[in-house]
């Protein structure tokens, strides 16, 4: 089985950039989560999909991040303009989502590593 | 909020010594509790995991116990190889299927 595959692998960009990050979550899966890991930090979650819907979007910066999951099966993550304190890596995750109060793993693809300038 | 908290790391340690990393959390409900496992440069794994009180979670020689009356989740290795440098992470899920993670304890072996 295929685990969640993310591109592009690393970027660097100066601030005040754009950039976008590409997320294919396990097939079948419904739910989809973007998290932002900070070095030295444990993971924090961006935004949460259930399907094409969003489910959580508490703690994503809405005045420069964005995220879509139109089809309901890939989704894209994109920072516009980029800071400096951007810099982190971009997780994704995917997990079965058949339930909404169902306590499922959640399988995590191998990030992308930004760098802002 | 529900939290998780971990022993700061480094933790160094040699070839074939016992390991425990400590992990607690603050959470009510119906729970699950995870332990991931980042290597250098690669996204996390799920390590192991626990879906009840009293489970005891176990891959690669790895154990965790979820006690509710303590509300901890160590892990714990009987002999850690080299091949076992990494971050490992603890977390928890409840309702919402939203995962807290606590902030990782990095784990060195040395021959």
């Known amino acids: 089985e295929a685990g969640v595959a993310q591109s592009p692998r690393y970027k660097i960009i100066e601030k005040r950039q754009s950039v976008a990050f590409w997320c294919n979550p396990i097939s079948g899966h419904a739910t989809l989560y973007w998290y932002q890991q900070i070095l030295g930090q444990g993971p924090k979650l961006l935004i949460q999909?259930?399907?094409?819907?969003?489910?959580?979007d508490s703690q994503l910066p809405k005045d420069r991040f964005s995220a879509e999951r139109l089809k309901g099966v890939d989704s894209t993550l994109k920072i516009q303009p980029a800071k400096l304190e951007d810099s982190a890596v971009y997780l994704c995750a995917s997990s079965l989502g058949g339930q909404v109060f169902k306590r499922e793993t959640q399988y995590f693809g191998p990030g992308t590593r930004l760098l802002v300038l | 909020g529900n939290s998780v908290t971990q022993m700061e790391g480094p933790v160094t340690l040699s070839e074939e010594a016992f390991l425990t990393i400590n992990c607690t959390y603050t959470?009510?409900?119906?729970?699950?509790l995870f332990w991931y496992v980042q290597y250098p440069g690669e996204g996390l794994q799920l390590l192991l995991k626990?879906?009840?009180?009293?489970d005891k979670g176990s891959n690669k020689g790895f154990e965790a116990t979820y006690r509710k009356e303590t509300t901890s989740f160590h892990l714990e290795k009987g002999s850690v190889q080299v091949s076992d440098s990494a971050v490992y992470f603890c977390?928890?899920?409840?309702?919402?299927?939203?995962?807290?993670f606590g902030t990782g304890t990095k784990l060195q072996v040395i021959p």
């Open positions: 977390a928890l899920t409840g309702g919402y299927q939203k995962v807290t």
């Open positions: 626990a879906t009840k009180a009293d």
């Open positions: 959470a009510t409900g119906y729970l699950s």
């Open positions: 999909f259930q399907n094409n819907g969003v489910v959580d």
